[in-house]
């Protein structure tokens, strides 16, 4: 069996989320390698990660490049870390798979939905998901309080929460492409599933947000609702992605979860899941091997699990 080498972009000072990547992919060989790679050669990523290379930002890559840089490396998976890197991941998957490199993205198809703010919301709509409303513009909606983000790109990034109408407007004047969405007041789960190549989920974990910094949880914890779970699964599978997919989703007062939006790819709180049971990294590689998937009983984890984050250092109580 080959040594898998993987890529993990956009390594910043992800060190937990590399640590538990690595250790999942030695679950499917035991010799597997992680490069660690950023444009910022400086980055805390380059000081602890067991191997590092600095990259040029996909911005200034084409396919061809990026593929050459692959090949030299000789990168077998690549593992994307950030949403502006999965359109062009997808994209440049056609080209890497005839050098046999897997990308862990979802085709460019159900991925376009998620990235769309405003298409992913009148999808998931239009096939009765509780998803939370979304607007080109503010008279579209008849709510109090609002919040405006960028249609297109990170939810976290220059988003307005909890807005008058006045306000929202005056904050969608310094956005490029604006969406307007009701305010929904409630607590935050992340859900986590792993999807294989045909669209069927092997696993789900949902979480507790109990503590949120700059969009990014600080402090998760791990809980059991049978409904929610098949809630998520089904809005994962009818949009058709395959791989990793994080949902966020607020639960209101009256008990009832809302969908804000769907992430295909690992995120921030994504050790946990990992070091739960979401094999999804060492799944990824045993896909790609060529091993059928057995679906089975999809993968559920235990409640009062956590992830804990202070600074650069991650806890995980398992």
């Not at 990547?21 to 602890?48: E, M, Q, T, W």
């Not at 979802?106 to 998620?114: I, N, Q, T, V």
């Not at 700059?214 to 992605?241: K, M, P, Q």
Request: charged residues 25%.
């Amino acid at each position: 069996m080959p040594r898998p080498i993987l890529l993990l972009t956009s390594l910043s000072a992800k060190k937990s989320l590399y640590d538990h990547v690595l250790k999942n992919a030695r679950r499917f060989h035991p010799n597997a390698r992680l490069i660690g790679a950023d444009s910022n050669p400086a980055c805390p990523g380059a000081r602890y990660a067991k191997e590092f290379i600095s990259m040029p930002p996909l911005s200034e890559l084409d396919p061809e490049g990026f593929c050459d840089f692959c090949i030299k490396h000789r990168i077998s998976h690549v593992i994307p870390t950030r949403d502006e890197e999965l359109a062009f991941l997808a994209e440049t998957g056609k080209i890497l798979g005839q050098e046999n490199i897997h990308v862990f993205v979802a085709p460019p198809e159900p991925l376009s939905k998620c990235l769309d703010k405003l298409v992913f919301s009148e999808r998931l709509a239009a096939v009765g998901m509780p998803v939370i409303s979304a607007c080109s513009t503010i008279t579209e909606l008849p709510d109090d309080r609002l919040v405006v983000k960028e249609r297109h790109g990170s939810g976290s990034e220059q988003i307005g929460i909890d807005l008058t109408r006045e306000a929202a407007e005056i904050h969608a004047g310094k956005l490029k492409n604006p969406i307007f969405q009701p305010y929904v007041r409630g607590r935050e789960f992340s859900a986590e599933v792993w999807l294989d190549k045909t669209n069927r989920a092997h696993g789900v974990v949902l979480r507790w947000r109990t503590l949120v910094v700059s969009g990014e949880s600080h402090h998760t914890v791990t809980f059991r609702n049978e409904e929610w779970e098949d809630l998520v699964v089904a809005c994962v599978e009818t949009l058709g992605l395959t791989g990793h997919a994080l949902a966020q989703v607020i639960v209101d007062e009256n008990d009832s979860p809302h969908i804000v939006e769907i992430n295909p790819r690992l995120g921030g709180a994504s050790p946990l899941s990992l070091a739960c049971g979401l094999h999804s990294i060492e799944w990824f590689l045993r896909e790609t091997a060529g091993e059928v998937m057995s679906l089975g009983s999809t993968f559920k984890p235990s409640p009062g699990k956590s992830l804990t984050r202070k600074g650069d250092r991650v806890t995980i109580e398992l």
